[in-house]
């Protein structure tokens, strides 16, 4: 399986587009493109996870704490952590969820 990652980016005018890319036996990968301004709300996962910003600009708060986002800067979440994240420019990040 092999993928073009800025090849499958497109922005939406406002919000966040999504596209799954690998989901098997525990790993699920997707691609998120969001609209400058766009923020997403505090929120935990479940699982693992990885972010890995592909390009933009953007704040990611990892519990209390701000990440800046941009062009390759890799961000690891044990599960239940509580995060949000705002984008400052249009921004994509791949988030890679691992385990149940």
């Known amino acids: 399986m092999e993928f073009n990652i800025k090849e499958l980016i497109e922005y939406p005018d406002n919000g966040i587009i999504s ?16 609209a400058k301004g766009t923020d997403m709300s505090e929120h935990t996962s479940t699982r693992k996870a990885i972010v890995h910003v592909v390009e933009g600009k953007g704040i990611f708060n990892l519990e ?6 941009e062009p390759g800067v890799l961000i690891y979440m044990k599960e239940n952590a509580v995060h949000s994240l705002k984008a400052e420019e249009n921004t994509t990040f791949v988030l890679s969820l691992f385990g149940k």
């Open 64 to 69: 209390g704490k701000d990440i800046k986002m």
């Open 19 to 34: 596209k799954t890319l690998i989901k098997e036996d525990g790993l699920n990968v997707s691609l998120f493109s969001m």
